[in-house]
């Protein structure tokens, strides 16, 4: 059985189509998606239409949960919108406009995604989340040590953990035996060179798993002109994330 999980592709066309060129390759049974399809990309709506065509083309074994940015554009309140302001004055405007532009039946499809989600496959026990299983906007990274990773999984009882997030691709084998995967991120990944990641699952009969993340090369400089046309207040600091 093989799955293709993508995670953090935050509204970037360019990015999505090239990793979606290299999972049609791998020709998946499933495809997970672990959240923050939106938020501080150029086009929403376009990557909302593709999940959506990912459901029709995969049914039930296209598997999509909420990430925290997805709440946030469900949430979309004022106090929301000039609390991120604050914070992180990029993705605070860019909150602001993606309520706009963004389609109502869109907003309505990300707010009714589950937080995470529970699935055993050939007797392997997976759990999706986007951050950790205890939160949904919790880092799991690089370089933390395995009791922190332990705590934060401490509540699943899955053997495998997939998650995002953090927009780093990373893996955990832990003592509890569980083992923990960041798929890292399609639309706005913060490796060095800023390619897309995703990562490739196979999972054979008697349950045992290989995993590769895989690094696909795309036109970031291209997926940098369009976002700095949405001439937002502090879009060149969004658009610096893409080189
Ligand atoms: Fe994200």
Redesign the pocket.
């Known amino acids: 059985m093989k799955i293709a999980v993508i ?2 592709i ?1 509204a970037n066309p360019l990015a999505y189509e090239s990793v979606m060129e290299d999972i049609n390759k791998f020709i998946p049974d499933k495809i997970f998606c672990l959240g ?1 399809i939106i938020l501080g990309g150029y086009d929403p709506n376009y990557i909302c239409e593709k999940m959506f065509e990912l459901k029709e083309k995969y049914n039930d074994n296209f598997i999509i949960i909420q ?3 997805d709440k946030m554009i469900a949430q979309g309140n004022d106090k929301l919108i000039k609390k991120t302001k604050e914070v992180f004055p990029c993705m605070g405007y860019s909150l602001e406009n993606d309520i706009q532009i963004t389609d109502k039946k869109y907003i309505d499809f990300v707010r009714n995604l589950p937080e995470k989600k529970s699935i055993e496959l050939n007797g392997l026990k997976i759990e999706l989340v986007h951050g950790s299983p205890r939160k949904q906007d919790e880092n799991i990274y690089p370089s933390l040590a395995n009791d922190e990773v332990e705590k934060m999984t401490e509540n699943s009882s899955a053997d495998v953990i997939l998650c ?2 953090t ?1 780093i691709p990373c893996g955990y084998s832990l003592n509890s035996g569980k083992t923990v995967i960041n798929a890292g ?1 399609v639309g ?1 990944s913060m490796t060095e060179d800023k390619m897309p990641v995703y990562l490739q699952m196979t999972i054979d009969n008697s349950g045992k798993f290989f995993v590769e993340h895989r690094i696909i090369k795309y036109d970031n400089f291209q997926a940098q002109k369009n976002i700095l046309a949405r001439k937002l207040n502090h879009i060149e600091d969004l658009a610096k994330m893409y080189v």
Do not use: E, I, L, V
């Open positions: 995670s953090d935050h923050d990430g925290n940015t995002g997030h927009h991120s706005r």
